[in-house]
């Protein structure tokens, strides 16, 4: 049975509740009933968008100032689209979901830059009762880096826990401890050119703010970017007669998210989260446990290159799950191949737990115990960069052709051939121009890009257009000011923010890259300037609260309106790790070794995409449609005037699923000539922020 049961829930029974579905919960009984109605011929009847919505992301909840301790004031309706990072590993429940008893076995630790002292002893002191603790990571923090680490180690010491730090580095030789790659990423260390301040000073801000990407401080270094956590978890249920403890069911849950860890990152900036719990496949786990040996005879760790070529270990008769492909295809750019025990033993007890639905504490791989879980029930598609030079034929799999293909097989055929709305004229007759929507690119830092390269990107994913590799319109008279939409912070939004100029260290794009003449028309800002009913400003001005936080969020994100007269509507949104760069996306290149073209990457990055097909995939409609186009993602929109959500066009055979995004994505600001944007050396930082700090550097002694 697939467990996509095991899932989402989406009711027509008008007895149920209405209620919304968070997938981080552990309600793993909630599902999406799509075997009876989705596989016969009637119309399915559909909840509108105020039934059982489906929270597909959320946001970290951020604090109400860097000197309080208390969560920023929230409208009782968008309460549910933050968690704290407590609740996102699962320690704590949001409010209203059914608390669940649990006990956690291990955690993988996918990160760039961590602060050991907030992330264990301020937060989450629980980390230490895991058996088995990696981390992988790319800079360990500017504070307390070996220290802190020494410090966990030392606090284990006699548990029979574990925890083990692996660096990864592409810059460093290939096969090392810290590259495992089988080449190395070039490092060409040149620092930023800075017009206005020296770079001591620059690197005084950066230390001192303990806030910014230390890494592109050298511009073209490759780094391990990739923000995620892997918790295991056996959840256990009370028996229906209450005699003691029932069944124990191991969990996996995935989380991708945008935030480093640490307190700046989690408790101060706009970051977003995918989260969702995934069972042990369903064969009998007790089978599993005694014929391992077996099994490990026969089936031996796969490498990178043939991936592709297994699926569902160790279950031979599984049916292909992309989900757990493209997870288990990063994670095995990692190498590490270390075989342990990732859970306690079972104990099994008359009265006490039963259960077939345990994992099994023989030792075995990451990637084998990334097999054990059942993710058919995933609705994201996995986006992720690993830094080398890819041929472009098999490509696909990474970078922003890894994006262009999960639009290219989850937007159904009529959503792809409707096109772009037609504009109509006066006499309500279609013009010959078309509406264009333009993609949001919403990010915290900017490369070095080329106006070519940028063209190649947006064409490549493009839902509407032809979506080549590499762009072929260069006479078609489209500028790219209506192909993008860049959502960048200005000075003053920095200046601002609750932070002020020292959040800035996170946003750390140099004006050598941010003021190209090719990008100045296409800023947007982050929030809403001047918000009022005369200038016609009535909703989503500042939707979610979060237009004095820094973003550090990152999202790339497609509109369309299906009909003149409909809402406008997401048509595919991309949550990632992936700032706007070559070195994160990757760059076509011709290369000699390949005989042919190569798409390089510097990074490793990871992010999500999701679209009203991952949603509902699998559901056909009446006369064969497909279910997507019973599913609208719309960003979430309040007045400004009652702070209420507004619910606009809601029709009953419509599931409107509302998308957090911290920013106005349908109307963004474009910039006036008094905005200039956010740089960490640029000029314009003139005025003193709330700290006493003009431009980052503290006015006196603090």
Known sequence: MSSLQNAIRIDDDEDEDDSVVDL??????????????????????????QSNAIIPFQLYDTKMSIASSRSAPRHESTKQYFRTLRQTIGFDFPPGSSPKKR????????????????????????????????????????????????RWREMLRGSGNTVEFVRLVPSDPPRSTTNPLDIKIPCECNFWNFDNYSQANILLLCYRCLDVEPF?????????HTKMFLVGYDEKQQRANNSGLG????????????????????????????????????????????????????????????????????????????????????????????RQS??????????????????????????????????????????????????????????????????????????RHRGPTKVRNANNKPSAQQTRFPIICQFSSMGSLSSKWLNDFISAIDAHGSNDVQAKDKKSGISLENKVRIVWPTVEEIRNSIEGYRGGGSVPATSKNVNKDFLLPLYHRWSTRGVSESAGIHKNADPLGTSKVVPHIKTFV?????????????????????NLSKAAWGEIQ???????????????????????????????????????????????????????????????????ITVPLPYDVINPVKYSDTDVPWTIDGGGKLLQDEFGIVGGFEMHSS
């Open 24 to 49: 981080t919960n552990g309600n793993h009984t909630q599902k999406l009933k799509h075997d009876e109605s989705f596989s016969n011929s009637k119309k399915y009847p559909l909840k509108s968008c």
């Open 103 to 150: 006990e956690f076995q291990y955690l993988i630790i996918c990160n760039y830059c961590i602060d050991i002292h907030y992330f264990l002893q301020e937060t989450l002191p629980e980390i230490l009762s895991f058996k088995r603790v990696v981390v992988f990571y790319g800079d360990a923090g500017l504070d307390n880096g070996r220290e802190g680490m020494d």
């Open 216 to 224: 592109l401080i050298i511009e073209k270094d490759g780094v391990h």
């Open 247 to 338: 069944c124990s069911q191991s969990m996996i849950r995935v989380v991708v998210h945008t935030a480093n860890l640490m307190q700046q990152d989690i408790e101060w900036k706009s970051q977003g989260l995918y989260s969702q719990d995934f069972p042990l496949k369903s064969e009998n786990i007790d089978v599993v446990s005694s014929s391992m040996q077996k099994l490990q005879q026969t089936q031996t760790d796969q490498p990178l290159a043939a991936a592709a070529k297994k699926r569902g270990w160790p279950f031979e008769d599984e049916d292909p799950q992309q989900f757990e492909e493209d997870l288990v295809t990063y994670i095995e750019s990692y190498r590490y191949s270390t």
């Open 342 to 415: 990732w859970c306690t033993s079972q104990q099994y007890t008359p009265g006490g737990i039963y259960s077939q639905s345990t994992l099994t504490d023989k030792d075995m791989s990451l990637v084998n115990l990334i097999r054990q879980y059942d993710y058919s029930s995933a609705y994201a598609v996995l986006i992720p960069s690993v830094p080398g030079k890819h041929s472009v034929s098999r490509a696909d799999n990474f970078g922003y052709l890894k994006l262009r293909k999960a639009i290219r097989e989850t937007l159904c055929s009529h959503c």
């Open 558 to 578: 497609q509109l369309s309106q299906p009909a003149n007269d409909d809402p406008t509507v997401i048509e595919w949104l991309c949550l990632t790790s992936h």
């Open 590 to 656: 011709n290369s000699t070794g390949f005989n042919s073209k190569v798409l390089f990457i510097r990074h490793w990055e990871l992010g999500v995409f999701l679209s009203p097909g991952t949603l509902a995939k699998h559901v056909i409609g009446t006369n064969g449609d497909c279910k997507c186009c019973c599913i609208r993602l719309r960003p979430y929109t309040r007045s400004i005037v009652s702070g209420d959500p507004i619910h606009e066009d809601v029709k009953e055979d419509i599931v409107d």
